[in-house]
């Protein structure tokens, strides 16, 4: 472009821009570097001392720091550079090369098609800058320019390599790249190119001259403001809250943790609780009240509230005026602004309820587009009114609201789906067992009947006496101690820890279980650990998970088969007491390939059953804070271990701990 003008002004103008469009172009390729080919975090400082020497440097060029002077020459131009055109070409020649090095690091780290991407953006690039570096800047400082209408030509290689590798491997979504270089463009054009022109223009004007060094560095002034503003915004409004609206300040910050802590809370009644009391104390609300979707009633319930008068309403269903106009609306209403369109029937039942209900302001909670409950505050203490920035924190505490109770529903369906499935599963075991006790206890009924049949005509025997007072007596003992299991095993109960012995427990269990275990003629027998420390647990769910395992080990067990319960104590490595209960079998085993799985819901390797048995053992022992284990091999039998911890609130123990480094039981071969 200078090469074809004669005249040395237009010359120099149009060469004073060469050097700006190549400050801009070397901070554009180090920034793309440092992202290229996969967008990274780059540090704030770095960027931002990037995008401000190219604009530097545009100061310098137009001030005559760094070119002086072009004059037309034979096949070319002639130019005189200035003081800083050194300055000049190491910070070109140190972006282009930093640039190079960051591809080259990245290069080394990445494989496949980035690799690819990576090496033809390199070398099209590396092809330009030594061309451009050659003639345009290292020439000129030898003492010549006459080769610098070349440099430029060189860029037709860049393009070639850089085309070549977005078509043949994808180096960057065209589409993308189009979209933004065009909104950027045009931001440009909108903004800063009418900045630029009234700033010189305002120059011309008041000073009758035009200083391109003082209008770069105003224009570089009103870029930096612009990228800066919205990001010291932010803590220029909380700085200023801070001095001069102090409460504000204090409240909305409190209400604005709550509002992200709140989620994890998950009890629906503690939640509700805590989230009026959260509101009331630190906005200084006098009244609140809390109602929330009861999807089978299809109502909406009071759940909770504070200092609401005992004639204000108690449920609503979804047709109200105020929840119908909530859904409808989905956002907060204020009840002074709905006092203004009390002429239509559905705005004045609204406000006839909120003041009911003495509210100033009423918070829809919305999920999935429903209503699922709202939150009803009267006025403040103070009298002031809700201002906007009230309502904002609001609706973000609404839509937190909202989802933390979406959240509490949710766990406690959960739960009561594990409830429903625990009782499934003790409906299937106590199946298991019925058949074989009323067997079990009708053989010693037939015994006593016959004693008794004969009793009438052997009466004077003492033998006989004293032997059928014996037998009955031991045979009701038993038959009592069986149905007392059975009841107590059937029998549902909330959850209730309490100081148990295990022992004691395992005995119970290992008698009810005893008659599946004659029947394939398997001998279970216990090893208790005599001085077993008790355990904090829920002995009724512990019943469960005993008889699972047992009558999982006798089924696994073939005919004359053996069954052993043990019973330890143990020290974790970090000193954490523990006790351990083992049922191992001589059964079948479990291929390796399973161990992983046995504890996973519906899994199961048996004909019939639905896999719910372990997986709910295992729950049961998770939430006592402690873990099960199992070992097998095939055609040698398998071995359960159960542990659980003395201290469930020990400060080392984790949830669901499962470590190396917890006890490990002797190999299978050596216990049996």
Request: one cysteine or more.
């Amino acid at each position: 472009m200078t090469s074809i003008y004669e005249d040395s002004q237009r010359m120099l103008f149009w060469g004073k821009m060469g050097f700006a469009t190549i400050s801009f172009a070397s901070a554009a390729f180090l920034f793309f570097s440092l992202l290229f080919p996969q967008e990274k975090k780059v540090n704030s400082t770095i960027t931002t001392s990037i995008i401000i020497l190219p604009f530097l440097f545009v100061g310098l060029t137009f001030s005559g720091l760094v070119l002086q002077e072009v004059y037309p020459e034979n096949y070319g131009f002639r130019a005189v550079y200035g003081p800083a055109y050194s300055i000049f070409s190491l910070y070109v020649i140190a972006s282009i090369s930093g640039g190079l090095v960051f591809l080259v690091k990245t290069f080394r780290k990445s494989t496949g098609i980035e690799r690819l991407q990576i090496k033809y953006c390199f070398l099209g690039i590396l092809s330009a800058a030594v061309f451009g570096l050659l003639t345009n800047l290292i020439l000129p400082i030898l003492g010549t320019s006459r080769l610098s209408a070349i440099g430029p030509s060189s860029t037709i290689i860049m393009v070639s390599f850089i085309t070549y590798a977005i078509l043949k491997y994808r180096m960057m979504d065209i589409s993308i790249v189009f979209r933004k270089s065009t909104t950027y463009s045009l931001l440009i054009l909108l903004l800063y190119v009418p900045s630029l022109f009234l700033i010189i223009v305002s120059q011309k004007a008041f000073f009758d001259k035009v200083n391109y060094f003082f209008s770069a560095l105003i224009f570089l002034v009103l870029f930096l403001v612009s990228i800066f503003f919205q990001r010291i915004k932010p803590r220029t409004e909380k700085v200023v809250d801070h001095l001069l609206f102090r409460d504000k300040y204090n409240y909305r910050e409190t209400l604005g943790k709550f509002s992200r802590a709140m989620v994890t809370i998950l009890d629906v009644q503690s939640l509700c609780k805590r989230i009026i009391e959260t509101i009331t104390q630190t906005m200084g609300v006098e009244k609140a009240s809390f109602f929330i979707l009861n999807e089978e009633k299809g109502e909406y319930e009071l759940v909770e509230s504070k200092n609401l008068d005992s004639t204000s309403i108690r449920k609503f269903s979804k047709e109200d005026a105020l929840p119908h106009h909530l859904q409808k609306l989905g956002e907060i209403i204020v009840r002074e602004e709905q006092i203004k369109g009390a002429n239509i029937p559905e705005i004045k039942g609204v406000v006839t309820q909120m003041s009911r209900l003495e509210a100033e302001v009423t918070i829809p909670l919305i999920s999935k587009s429903h209503l699922v409950g709202m939150i009803n505050l009267s006025h403040k203490f103070n009298k002031d009114i809700y201002a906007h920035e009230d309502i904002e924190l609001l609706t973000t505490l609404a839509n937190q609201t909202a989802i933390a109770i979406e959240n509490a529903r949710l766990y406690e369906d959960l739960k009561k789906s594990k409830s429903y499935m625990r009782r499934a599963d003790r409906l299937a075991s106590l199946g298991t067992l019925t058949a074989g006790l009323a067997h079990e206890i009708r053989n010693p009924l037939v015994a006593i009947k016959t004693f008794t049949q004969l009793l009438p005509e052997r009466i004077e025997d003492e033998e006989f006496r004293k032997h059928f007072l014996k037998i009955a007596s031991s045979e009701v003992d038993r038959i009592s101690s069986l149905i007392n299991e059975l009841l107590e095993f059937a029998r549902p109960s909330d959850p209730k820890l309490e100081e148990e012995d295990v022992n004691s427990v395992l005995d119970g269990m290992i008698l009810l279980v005893s008659t599946e275990s004659k029947k394939k003629h398997i001998d279970i027998s216990k090893y208790f650990s005599t001085d077993l420390p008790q355990v904090k647990i829920d002995r009724e769910q512990f019943k469960q998970v005993f008889l699972n395992l047992l009558l999982n080990a006798i089924e696994a067990t073939s005919e004359n088969g053996q069954v052993a319960v043990r019973t330890r104590s143990f020290l974790k490595p970090g000193g954490e007491p523990y006790i351990q209960i083992e049922i191992a079998d001589t059964g079948c085993g479990i291929p390796q390939e399973y161990l992983e799985e046995i504890f996973n819901p519906f899994f199961t390797t048996k004909d019939k059953g639905s896999g719910l048995g372990l997986s709910i053992s295992s729950q049961i022992i998770q939430d006592h804070r402690g873990y099960i284990t199992v070992e097998s091999e095939l055609n040698k039998g398998s071995s359960f271990f159960i542990n659980i911890p003395l201290n469930q609130e020990h400060p080392k123990r984790r949830r669901h701990d499962i470590e190396g480094d917890s006890f490990q039981p002797r190999n299978l071969l050596e216990r049996t």
